[in-house]
Structures are given as C-alpha cells and as structure tokens.
C-alpha cells in the first residue's frame, strides 16, 4: 500500500508559531458540523467541485466531556477545509462499536475513523502504552507532539502501525492525575494505608508500592463505593469530582505529580486514507498538523475550565493544592525504575521490536517539546492557580 508522506512536522513548528501569536481556534462540543472556528490561516484547500468522500465515524467520547471539543475540531475543519468534499457521518458515543472495540472497526472497515482509548487494544499499539507509565510527561501540548512524533519516526513504531492497517491522527491525555481524600494528601507517607480508586495498571502499580490499597471500582460505581466505604479515595482526572460528583463527597482535591496515565486517539482507516485524491489527503494532513500543534489542546483546556468553574461554585471543596516537587520527586524515585522495566517487559510481549528504543525516542521527543516555550497553560495548575486566590 503506497503512503503519502508529507512534512507534518514541519507544519507543526510553523503552526506552533502562528498559534501562539494570534490564538483562535473555535470549539464545537457536540459536533455535528457547526464550524470549527479555523485559525487566520487555515483556508479552505480542497476544489470543491473535486471527488467527494465521506467517513463513517465511530467513537467512545461522551459529548459533554473536555475529549469532546478535541475530536470535533478535527471533524469540523476537515469538513470546513474541504469545502464539503469530506463528510463525516458521527454517529453517537457506543452506539455502533464499543469501546474497546472502536480500534478493530477502524481495522476492519466497519468504520472509516474512530476516537477511544488505545489502552483498550494494546496488541494493535505497542507503544501507545508509553502513556500509561507515571511520572513520565505533566505537560499537555508536550506530550501530544511527542507521542505523535515517536509514533512516525521510530522505525519499529511505523512498521506496527503499517501493521495495524490504521494511520494515526494524534492522542492526548484525558488531563493530568489528580487525587481527592477527605484530610490533606500532599505526600506518600499520607498515601499508605489508605483505600484508593485507581485505574491504569502502572499507576496502579505506582501506589501500591508506596503502600496504597488499591481498589477496583468502574467509574460509574465509584459514587457508590465510596460512599459504602469501599474506597475513601479516588485516583481520577477533573471529570472525577465534577462529572462523576464525587467532589459531594471528597473534599480535599490534590495535583501529586504523577501525570500522565492514558490516552485517548483518533485513527483512520489507511486504505480509506490513501484511496482519498491527493488535495483531500493534504486537507486531513493540514489539519492533523494544526490540531497537533495547539488547536487540540486549546480545545481541552476551554472545557477543562469550565469544570474548575463547578469546583470553584461547589461549597464542599475545602481544598485544591499541589504537592512540592520534592514530595513528587519521592514518590517517583521509588517506583519509576520498576515501571520502566514492566513496560518494556509488557511491550516486548505486545509486539514492539525494540521498547528500548521506542523509550528513548519518546523520551527525547517530549523533552524536546517540553522545552518550547508553552502555547496553552495547563487547565488543572491554573485551577489550582485560581483556588489559591480566591
């Protein structure tokens, strides 16, 4: 199958330039093609009296959730940017694949595009796993351009992607790891002993060994459990205490350091990729280096702030804070080594050639990101910023 190469990372360092001059960036939440709000210079690109196409969608994200916008930015400049030539028929959240089956139709064909959690099916993504080690990225646009650039430069990650039948449009993390307890948390000595809800099996992992029990409660049972006394705290991102309301029943709420521990993706099928006409295959590509660059996680962040806002409202959160970094820095020296070796151990049997060297080209490539200056600001500091002054 013949691929298409374009200088996606090239438009990325423009794109990141152009960004974060002049902002911009619309967001849509429940899609559905109500424009995306381009960037000044994201014009149409496709001859709209060209070939058409359209993408049967599929995908797990709730339509009121922060991965919302990110996923229907994408959809909506594709659409806009064509001209109309790429249509995209969404269909709701589980109704057609579940979850953890949205990768398989995308493979398949029974979808053309598809946005879930690649946790899900790490056979087809060896080193999409990456993500889920702690104590690894806290930096949002860091990662996103990161993850993306291991993916399509290490010559062991294309090939398991050429595999896959499927062509990565880029992954994000669902928000940095947060913790709510009722009394303080701010280090591992407050952690052990203590009930924890925690999902992700290597930040699981991360607090049993500094003495957590950890819980296995699914999130929608998480409500119930703490409240029967299953678990007297929660591992969880900001849709913990707003969406699943749990800030009704935990009341101090913690930034400890960990990071990153999953991520979400939106893949294409390849043959319906490389069977688009050439001007509408630069159209997805233009976007896919725009969303990469800023755009995805300028739209994260508006809706991570919006659930601050229900923090902030809510009379029964006492607290919000931050771990010290040395507090962090303890925590991560204990059990980072040990993860890192489960991983590569873990990707070596999913079917990565190399981890070694995946690891090392990721790691080098968010360090590299990481050290531009930032073009959004992290929604969950900020609220922490917000909570310290009110």
Known sequence: MKKTKVGLFAALAGSALVLSACGGGGIVSDGGGQGGGATSDSTATGDAS????????????????PNAPVQNWFLDQIEERSNGRIKVNRTE????????????CVRDGRADIGTSISDYTPQLFPTMSVATIPFMADNSQAFMEAIYKANTE???????????????????????????????V???????????????????????KVGANVVALPANETYEGVERGLADAV????????????????????????????????????EKFEAMPDDLKKVVEDVQADLIAGEGMKAFNEATEAQCDAMLEYSGVE?????????TAEWKDQVLD????????QAASDGLANP???????????????????IVEDPVKKCIERFANR
């Open 186 to 208: 701010s280090s591992i000595e407050d952690i052990k002993g203590k009930r924890f809800r925690v999902t992700g099996a290597y930040l699981q992992q991360a607090f049993e």
């Open 235 to 270: 591992s969880w991102t900001m849709d913990g205490p707003v969406d699943y309301k749990l800030m009704e029943q935990l009341k101090d709420w913690a930034l400890p350091g960990a990071g990153v521990y999953t991520t979400f993706a939106i893949w294409l099928n390849s």
């Open 93 to 104: 959240p589980d109704s057609i694949c579940k979850p953890a089956e949205v990768a398989e």
């Open 319 to 327: 607290s919000f804070t931050a771990w010290d970094e040395s507090a």
């Open 356 to 374: 070694e060297k995946f690891l090392a080209d990721y790691r080098a490539a968010y360090d590299e990101a990481a050290a531009k200056p930032d």
């Open 50 to 65: 060209g070939e058409s196409v359209e993408l049967n969608m599929v995908t797990m994200v709730q339509p009121h959730t």
């Open 338 to 345: 040990n993860l890192l070796a489960a991983w590569q151990q």
């Open 154 to 184: 290490n010559e062991d990650a294309k090939a398991a992607w050429d595999d896959s039948g499927i062509k990565l449009i880029a992954a994000w993390h669902p928000g940095l790891t947060i913790i709510g307890t009722n009394g303080k």
